[in-house]
């Protein structure tokens, strides 16, 4: 049993690793583990001792290959309006019985606004050939939802965690540069391609963490890991890989008592129309999101049409660094005629299913017939 140090994530070694192991290599390499080693100054030896001792112990909730899955799956950002006493009932449902739904929250504003009814939020990805609004729909029927709004992406121009080293980030802290807009866009592929990517996207377990991660995923496809390596390459130059990525359990405390962070606050504003794009641009240089988006929240949230997400353990400080975005938007120019912010309180994350195979399966095991759901 390793100390308890050994698996805090505020431990001086773990911080170094977490601070580039959370969001720092991106795309697809072929030696991670010696990425991360090289970039915060470690022996590969430590740190894959540090991940796999985390990884166990709770305070690292994931490690894995995560994927732009809004470009391979028709995705969106749904928020439920559904009855006070089917809520618990309803977030059960969509966390343990619907693999689509991803992120998974119970969310408030601090008064009664233009969509606070809306108290159920998640993520949703349905791969093609299937009606995401389909899905939607038999989602609502099961857990009783009135009403709800599908807010797909237009464009990404934050996505990365990073909890360790926001801790430090003071609110108005941000690129010099303006952020770069991910355009979503549908991007298919061949059946050797997802057979690669079903297998590099699974989660490791601590034993299989080593410096040659890929030759046991090469032999789980039944391939030669030189073609393995050179598919997941050629996806990598499809920007359809997102980043080699150690997951904190920032929601619940760790087996040490430590919590990550204690809030997550969705930030929303309406811009005018037209300049979502631009407003995106200045929002998403600020370095305490992990999130930012243009998506539509139509009439339902006073046509809110960027949002973005913010991470600490201070909630005066969550709006300090809200304030001070707020106020680099008026120093440019970029009016909003609407903001909030929808606080998060019970959650569970865990990565959407994307495989068209595994939509079909899963019908069947809810009793509906595949074609039923497929897009008209």
Known sequence: MPAASAVSHTDEINAR???????RIAGFVREPMQQIAEQCGLPVETVIERIRAMLRAGTIRRVRQTLMATDLAPGALVAW???TERL???FDFMFQRDPFSGHVVVRSTDTPTSGSQYKLWTTLKVPH?????KHADFLAAQVGASHYRLMPAKGIFALGVGHVRRKTIEPGAKSDALAEMHAVRSVKLSDLEWRVLTTLKREFLPEELGENLWAARAREADLPLPVFLEVAESLNEQRVIGRFSTFLEHVKPSATGERVTRFNALFHWAVPAGREYEAGQQIGRHHILTHCYWREGGP???????MAVSHGTDRDLVRAHKAAIDRHLESVGMPFSYTNVFWGGRSEIKPSEIAPGAYADWCRTMGVDP?????D
């Open 371 to 375: 074609a039923s759901m497929r897009a």
């Open 300 to 306: 339902e949230f006073n046509h809110v049409n960027v």
């Open 88 to 90: 618990d009932e309803a």
């Open 17 to 23: 690793i977490l601070a580039v192991s959370e969001d």
């Open 129 to 133: 050939a299937y009606s995401m609004k």
């Open 81 to 83: 309006e559904v009855p």
